[in-house]
């Protein structure tokens, strides 16, 4: 791929994804998609939809292998970039998280931003029992009734495929269910930005929150594509706009906080946490050969 850049950003989901997408996607030069959609999930489809592949390429690296190569591949890349006139494309999506080792790996010039949100409030905001989840990232709880669009996108969902933790997800309910699903996520995450350590780079949530347009310009600078001041007051006036249009969550969370969960939802949390905090503590202060 020769001139355009590709950044792949991939999160648990509910980590402020679709408002950056919206948002880069009005700087100039830049074309920014969430999940294969131009700008937001109502934009023009620009790249193949992989939504469906999630699970299986979580299961089976040379799954992931294929799916880039049929999908993600250099040429296709490089066709939508000239197609938009830009000179990089990012994409903003849940399904990056099991394509983006396989996806470093094939794609020279692409770089990937992982975003790490803590693991309660992740499952706070992803898990509902009822009502029509409008961002349906996280597992729901069993016995709610769900729409077609629920169920569409908990087909790609990922879930254990064996070990100890397959064996517990019938009797797990959504709190343990999407502690499961953010440690198996981000523990992705971690590989991908372990086996690329300089082209995977780390965003943390609450600093992100706290001030945007600081932490995507150090991106955007790191991967090789700075943006002038031109673009960096572009920039800031879409962060503006895009927060109008980001989806936040509506009612309140359907789930209290941590200290009034049962004992053992409280020794999950407490070891996905601690877990992926060691390895992101590891990873941050490891430096690249």
């Known amino acids: 791929m020769s001139g355009p850049m590709f950044l792949a950003i991939a999160s648990t989901g509910r980590t402020a994804t679709s408002y950056i ?7 100039p030069g830049i074309a920014a998609l969430h999940e294969g959609h131009l700008g937001n999930d109502s934009g023009p489809d620009v790249l193949p939809m992989v939504n469906l592949d999630n699970f299986q390429c979580f299961k089976s690296a ?17 066709a939508a970039c000239t197609k ?4 990089l494309l990012v994409d903003v999506a849940y399904y990056n998280s ?19 949100r803590d693991c309660e409030s992740f499952v706070r905001s992803a898990t509902w029992f009822t009502g029509t989840d409008p961002m349906p990232v996280g597992w729901p709880d069993p016995a709610k009734q ?22 517990a997800w019938a009797g797990w309910g959504a709190i343990e269910r999407n502690i499961w699903l953010w440690r198996a996520t981000n523990s992705v995450l971690c590989d ?51 927060r109008s249009r980001q989806n936040e969550r509506l009612g309140g969370y359907q789930v209290g906080s941590s200290d009034t969960w049962t004992s053992n939802q409280q020794r999950l949390l407490a070891e996905a946490q601690n877990d992926i905090t060691k390895r992101v503590e590891k990873l941050n202060g490891r430096r690249p050969e």
């Not at 040379?62 to 490089?78: N, P, Q």
């Not at 769900?146 to 064996?167: C, V, Y």
């Open 192 to 242: 991908a930005w372990e086996r690329h350590p300089r082209r995977v780079h780390h965003i943390d949530f609450e600093e992100f929150a706290s001030k945007p347009s600081g932490v995507l310009t150090v991106l955007l600078a790191t991967i090789g594509s700075p943006l002038d001041d031109a673009g960096s007051g572009e920039l800031g006036r879409a962060l503006v706009e895009a």
């Open 84 to 87: 938009l006139g830009v000179g």
């Open 62 to 78: 040379e799954r992931a292998a294929d799916v880039v190569a049929a999908k993600r591949s250099v040429e296709i890349l490089d």
């Open 146 to 167: 769900l729409d077609a669009r629920e169920k569409f996108i908990g087909l790609g969902r990922l879930r254990p495929f064996g070990g100890d933790d397959a064996a």
């Open 98 to 116: 099991v394509l983006l080792s396989g996806l470093l790996d094939a794609v020279p010039e692409a770089h990937g931003a992982i975003i790490i």
């Open 21 to 27: 997408a919206e948002a880069l996607n009005m700087v």
